[in-house]
């Protein structure tokens, strides 16, 4: 099994930045198995959806509403994910969660993780 823990979320005026963290830990197995890596949030009364998306070779993917203000970026050897978010609007607020995709040798099938979300607020 793969846990994430989620941190850096917090009430930003319009404009500013915050850095959310995410940090995986499990057995070294399945932690070795990490592939792609996610960054998704929920505003109130909205679905979830894809923020932004990093591979374990590093590329990067981003929702259209995102592009240049985000950035998504991880340290394997932490086995941290990382979202740098600048020029926050107040549409951004909403609760931010980690998801993991990783490789279960156990089951022989890809599985996800998901962090319990961390709240970034944006006032205007």
């Known amino acids: 099994q ?4 989620e941190s850096g979320g ?7 930045s915050l850095r959310l963290s995410c940090a995986a830990s499990g057995s070294i ?5 990490i592939n792609a890596m996610h ?3 929920q505003a109130p009364g ?3 959806e894809l923020v932004a998306g990093i591979t374990s070779g590093g590329s990067t993917n981003y ?5 240049g203000r985000f950035t998504i970026s991880r340290d394997n050897d932490k086995n941290t994910v990382y979202l740098q978010m600048n020029s926050l609007k ?3 607020t909403a609760d931010y969660y980690c998801n993991v995709a990783w490789f279960d ?3 022989r099938r890809p599985r996800d993780s998901w962090g319990q979300g961390t709240q970034v607020t944006v006032s205007s």
């Open 2 to 5: 793969v846990y994430l823990e």
């Open 10 to 16: 917090g009430l930003v005026q319009a404009g500013g």
């Open 29 to 33: 197995a399945s932690i070795n198995a």
């Open 39 to 41: 960054w998704y949030r």
């Open 46 to 48: 909205k679905q979830r």
């Open 63 to 67: 929702a259209d509403s995102v592009k």
């Open 90 to 92: 107040p549409e951004d």
């Open 105 to 107: 040798i156990v089951t």
